[in-house]
């Protein structure tokens, strides 16, 4: 297990197009978490699951954005109708369920919406 | 509500100087986690250290020393003889202990750091 994967690295789309992003964690992590990361910030929490269980989303989740994870392994993030100020890297991130445990994050998709 | 704070946007250095990187926190929780992270130019976040708020040892790695500090509730963390491969984003980032904050990770803003040759 080489750690968290993501896909697409990028994603250039028009804007009310729907996009999907996929999320592989390290296997034996039972959490995984979205972020959205804009220019000059830092990450901010979308949502997260513990095994399949989608348990806390952010305001900042939107009704056009879903996320799931199937059988608690994969994680997929869809936008639906894409706004311009939908574009921005978005990160996955996975841990076990230790308290105070640190996350592992993947490289991000990053999202241009023209 | 929890923040982290991060006043230096940005922090230029010629090779083999010392830097310091400032973060101060705020928290209600009693227990709380700290991490640092550094993100190259590549966009992966990198973990650096997590101390939790009952161990205010400081801590040294490498080059890289952190200084805890619940009394001014900061986190700094310091590059020694700094070296052109340590230029980056770095974020500090705050966790709680339990409720709605012990899952998920408040960010600051990020220091950018550059080494200059």
């Known amino acids: 297990d080489t750690g968290v994967s993501q896909d697409p690295r990028h994603k250039i789309t028009k804007r009310g197009q729907n996009v999907t992003f996929r999320c592989d964690p390290i296997?034996?992590?039972?959490?995984l978490y979205w972020y959205r990361q804009t220019l000059g910030q830092g990450p901010e929490f979308l949502t997260y699951?513990?095994?399949?269980?989608?348990?806390?989303k952010s305001r900042l989740l939107s009704d056009r954005f879903s996320a799931e994870r199937p059988k608690g392994s994969f994680s997929t993030l869809e936008i639906q109708r894409t706004e311009q100020g939908d574009s921005a890297m978005y990160l996955c991130?996975?841990?076990?369920?230790?308290?105070?445990?640190?996350?592992?994050f993947g490289s991000g998709t990053r999202l241009t919406v023209v | 509500a929890q923040k982290v704070t991060q006043a230096q946007t940005e922090i230029s250095v010629v090779e083999k100087e010392d830097v310091t990187l400032d973060c101060v926190y705020e928290?209600?929780?009693?227990?709380?986690?700290l991490f640092w992270y550094k993100q190259p130019p590549s966009g992966e976040l990198v973990f650096l250290i997590r101390?939790?708020?009952?161990?205010?040892q400081n801590e040294i790695s490498g080059r890289y020393s952190w200084n805890f500090q619940k009394s001014t509730s900061s986190f700094n963390f310091t590059i020694t003889a700094s070296q052109v491969v340590d230029s980056a984003v770095y974020f500090c980032?705050?966790?709680?202990?339990?409720?709605?904050?012990?899952?998920?990770?408040?960010f600051g803003k990020g220091t950018k750091l550059s080494v200059i040759p």
């Open positions: 928290t209600r929780d009693t227990t709380y986690y």
């Open positions: 980032a705050l966790k709680g202990g339990s409720g709605a904050g012990s899952y998920q990770l408040t």
């Open positions: 101390r939790n708020s009952f161990d205010e």
């Open positions: 699951f513990q095994n399949e269980a989608q348990l806390e």
């Open positions: 991130a996975s841990s076990l369920i230790i308290e105070g445990d640190g996350y592992t």
């Open positions: 296997s034996e992590h039972n959490r």
